[in-house]
């Protein structure tokens, strides 16, 4: 083999890697939340016209942002952390934790503020977290977060929105 068609089988091997991982993304639709029925509803063209293009990759297609790109990672005041879609508090503030992932993480959300299904996408199984109102992905939770529950809700900052606490 000469130094041409090594050259050339290597960047072959990249684009098969490239289109496995382009298939495996986390925006792949999950059927299990697509079946769910929630109380706000909108098409794609609706969602796109009152989200930034990241909350819409996030929250509709299931992607994920950038570790550390999320201004709410550095939020340290007291208030509710809301879904970005459709404003349902989601997170206290009192349960947001540093777990030096890059995302805001937190160990309890609100009560009935989420939903979670099973999520088999990149070959491995989590526990993916949705909001239970719209339906909106905000991230996954894993069981190696901090007492009292043991939990680590690793939540897309894009997918959320701050309401400061009122004096």
């Not at 050259?7 to 993304?25: C, D, F, K, Q």
């Not at 986390?26 to 697509?34: D, E």
């Not at 339906?135 to 007492?147: I, K, T």
Request: charged share 20%; hydrophobic share 35%.
């Amino acid at each position: 083999m000469n130094r041409r068609d090594f050259l050339l089988s290597g960047a072959a091997a990249i684009g098969v890697v490239g289109a496995a991982a382009t298939m495996l993304r986390m925006g792949t639709p999950q059927p299990a939340l697509a079946a769910e029925k929630f109380e706000i509803t909108k098409t794609d063209d609706e969602w796109k016209a009152i989200l930034s293009p990241a909350a819409f990759d996030v929250l509709r297609k299931q992607g994920t942002e950038y570790p550390g790109t999320s201004p709410l990672l550095n939020e340290h005041r007291k208030g509710i952390f809301a879904c970005a879609g459709c404003d349902l508090p989601v997170y206290p503030s009192d349960t947001k934790f540093d777990s030096g992932t890059g995302w805001p993480s937190f160990w309890q959300e609100i009560a009935n503020g989420i939903g979670k299904t099973e999520d088999r996408s990149l070959g491995m199984t989590r526990t993916e977290v949705h909001c239970r109102r719209c339906g909106g992905h905000l991230g996954h939770v894993f069981d190696d977060g901090p007492a009292p529950t043991g939990l680590r809700h690793c939540i897309n900052g894009v997918a959320l929105t701050f309401k400061p606490a009122t004096a």
